[in-house]
Every structure is written in C-alpha cells, then in structure tokens.
C-alpha cells in the first residue's frame, strides 16, 4: 500500500469490528481454495505495491503452492513514494527494502514461486496505462488464473491496475479474479446489501497464521521507526481475517 490522498480514504475508515458484524461480509458466498484454483496451473498475482498482494491474497498464494501450481507476482511499483517528505526513508531506500520484504513474506508463507518487478512511478500507474497494459499482457498465458486489484478500491495506483487486468487478461485467454484493499476503509459495512458479486474464501488455522507472519515483514510499512506507519492496527486488523474477498 502506499499514502495517499483521496476523499474516499481519509482517517481510520471503518472499524473492523463494524466488519465483522456486517451482515453482508457473512453473506458472501464461499468457495475452498480448491475450488478457485480448479483449472488453473497457475497463479499471476498484480499488486500495485509491495504487500498488496499479501494482505489481500497471502492464503491464496500459499494455496497454489501447496497444490503445486506456478507462482508469479507481478510488482508494478516498489512502493517507493509512500513517504514522500521522510528523510529517513527516501526513495532510494524503500526501492531496495520493500522488494526484499517482498520475497521475505513469499518466504514466510511457503509459497515458492517468482516476482517481476515493472518499476512504474508509485502514486503514477495512471499514467502508464499503455505500458502496464502491455507488460501484464505479455507475462499472461491462457488458463492463468490472475489476481488484481479492484478497479474501484479507491487507490489511483490499485485503480489503474485494475482496470489493465481487466483488459489484458481476456485478451490472452486468463481468468481474473479482483481482489479489495482500500474498499475495507471506505466501503460501508452497515450497507443493506453489497455493493459487488464476491466470494470469501475461508483461511485454515495455518493459512491464517502463516499469513499474518507474512504480512509483518512488511516491517517498512508497519514499524518505520520515524514517521507514521502506513499499515497501523486499525488498518492490519482488516487483513487478520480467516477468510479473503474475491470479485469474479
């Protein structure tokens, strides 16, 4: 994830004790990890910035090993501009650091598999829409099953990601599957029905662990040791789930 300004993710957003007595999140219908992996020899996870693809997916990648499919997270930035006016956590440093946490959760899930990093300009994937079209394309194949942001989280980089998945991933015979990050913040869990078609998946006891390890190598975003963190409590605790949130 990275900081940004946005009307619709601005404060604490939603408490995740308003989630988890919302009556439409518990009426989701569920589908195994088996079952979404049906098919599919193997996983293509988008992330907008390093840790997206954890939070949002981590169950489902380690899923995919342990079924024995292909892993590859394609990283469209390096989460590089998510402290823009820190001193002690410049650019150059977090295009070294947030990578490397990458590869540390992958580790700490158990999911083996490999990361392309596109290098787009964070808090900019909008502006390369050709481009980050073009290189998801290229590293689709038919009967890939592709994971990426909702192309209404709310993020401009998860947006536009989004909306590449959707185009690239027809266009080369792939399946997507969307998944929310900033949508917990701002969508309204009190809501009378949902506002999309989604699934939850259900996490094992060590799935649900295995991923909560993961996502605290993100140690940049959660503990940066100077500024405020990106990822604090109230925003981990969405992700503390024994379930994740697909959009077909």
């Not at 650091?97 to 999911?111: H, I, K, S, Y």
């Not at 536009?160 to 959707?166: E, K, L, N, W």
């Not at 991933?169 to 701002?186: I, N």
Request: glycine share 8%.
């Amino acid at each position: 994830m990275a900081a940004v300004e946005r009307p619709r993710i601005v404060g604490a957003g939603h408490a995740e004790a308003g989630w988890r007595a919302s009556a439409w999140l518990a009426g989701l219908g569920q589908r195994t990890d088996a079952e979404v992996l049906d098919g599919h020899r193997r996983l293509v996870v988008v992330s907008p910035h390093p840790d997206d693809e954890t939070l949002a997916c981590g169950g489902l990648m380690r899923a995919a090993t342990l079924a024995g499919r292909e892993l590859l997270v394609v990283a469209v930035t390096d989460g590089e501009a998510c402290y823009p006016d820190g001193q002690e956590w410049t650019a150059d440093r977090l295009r070294r650091v947030r990578p490397q946490e990458l590869e540390d959760a992958l580790d700490t899930l158990g999911a083996r598999g490999s990361i392309d990093r596109l290098g787009l300009p964070d808090g900019a994937v909008s502006r390369y829409a050709d481009e980050l079209l073009g290189a998801i394309r290229d590293r689709l194949a038919p009967g890939d099953l592709v994971l990426a942001p909702w192309q209404q989280d709310g993020h401009p980089d998860h947006d536009a990601t989004g909306r590449a998945a959707i185009a690239a991933a027809p266009a080369r015979g792939a399946r997507l599957l969307r998944y929310p990050v900033w949508a917990w913040h701002w969508l309204d869990p009190d809501a009378p029905r949902a506002p999309f078609r989604a699934f939850r998946m259900p996490l094992d006891a060590q799935a649900h662990t295995r991923k909560q390890e993961a996502i605290r190598c993100f140690t940049s975003q959660i503990a940066p040791g100077g500024p405020a963190p990106i990822l604090p409590d109230h925003v981990l605790a969405r992700f503390d789930r024994p379930f994740e949130v697909y959009l077909p």
